[in-house]
């Protein structure tokens, strides 16, 4: 596609339910990163995958957080047994590793609201 | 680790005037400094980056940003701010191979 795509836009689910939350990046690149950005915060980095290489999951806050990626494309952040402090508009996105100085290209986000 | 601070949470100016959002980074090793910008309700945007080379960025719609290693900043400035450019900004840096890591945001407010 022509930009990083994530869906849904927004998501309100219930507290203690799990959720899914999907990024597509763009066709091409080989990392891919999410952060998430609580109302009136900055962006706070959860989880990052580059190429075929183990991901850096050193931003997720618990283990209640998990992230894949499938065939270096996709990637599907898992939120289980969602918290109220969970809600925050969740960001992916790409880059293209091994150009140099290359930037990271966002999506829309998806906005979650756990009630 | 690199860390990324934006002193300055909200900044109102009028519009024509001047403005500096500021920005001081923190690594032991060379990184490469962003800026983004996030219009309400929109998604981040990259508004200018500094790699090496020159010390002076500039974007197109009139921002600019200097990067200075002995002071560690790399403050965005344009000369003449349009309501338009009412948004948050953010200050990011990387190094090669690594997550990018952003500060807190400002929140620039152009006022009539």
């Keep these: ?115 | 680790a690199q860390s990324v601070t934006q002193l300055d949470s909200q900044v109102p100016v009028f519009e024509e005037a001047p403005v500096e959002l500021r920005c001081n980074y923190s690594s032991s090793v060379s990184v490469y400094l962003f800026w983004y910008v996030q219009y309400p309700n929109q998604g981040l945007q990259l508004l200018l980056k500094y790699l090496s080379g020159s010390t002076l960025v500039e974007s197109i719609n009139g921002f600019e940003a200097e990067f200075n290693k002995s002071q560690t900043s790399f403050h965005l400035r344009k000369p003449s701010v349009h309501i338009s450019d009412t948004a948050e900004y953010f200050c990011a840096v990387t190094i090669y191979g690594q997550n990018f890591v952003f500060g807190p945001g400002t929140r620039l407010s152009v006022l009539p």
């Design chain 1, 1 to 115: 596609g022509a930009g990083v795509s994530q869906s849904p836009s927004n998501k309100v689910t219930e507290k203690g339910k799990d959720v899914e939350l999907r990024c597509d990046p763009i066709s091409g690149h080989t990392a891919l990163y999410w952060y998430r950005q609580s109302l009136g915060q900055g962006l706070e980095f959860l989880i990052y995958f580059q190429g075929n290489s183990a991901p850096d999951k050193s931003g997720l806050p618990s283990d209640r957080f998990s992230a894949e990626r499938t065939g270096g494309s996709v990637s599907t952040l898992t939120i289980q047994r969602t918290q109220q402090e969970d809600s925050a508009v969740y960001l992916c996105a790409s880059s293209e590793m091994g150009v140099y100085g290359t930037e990271a290209f966002f999506g829309q986000g998806t906005r979650l609201t756990v009630v």
